[in-house]
């Protein structure tokens, strides 16, 4: 899967958020080490989200953007 992050350089590094996935941000250093940590909050975000819905009736649809 592909998402789409927003990457803020500041005077500590960088600042990363994931705006399809509410909250998800990380940081680092420098840009590689705030990709990659950001690509790992993506991860854990979205096995928090499948372990809350393991008992629902989940359902996908299909978007035409």
């Known amino acids: 899967m592909k998402y789409k992050v927003i990457l803020n350089r500041s005077d500590g590094g960088y600042s990363v958020s994931c705006p399809g996935l509410p909250g998800c941000w990380s940081q680092g250093e420098t840009?590689?080490?705030?990709?990659?940590?950001?690509?790992?909050?993506?991860?854990?975000?979205?096995?928090?989200?499948?372990?809350?819905?393991?008992?629902?009736?989940?359902?996908?649809?299909?978007v035409a953007v």
Not at 42 to 61: F, G
């Open 31 to 62: 840009e590689k080490e705030a990709l990659d940590n950001i690509n790992e909050a993506i991860q854990d975000y979205l096995a928090a989200i499948s372990a809350s819905c393991a008992s629902k009736d989940i359902r996908e649809i299909e």
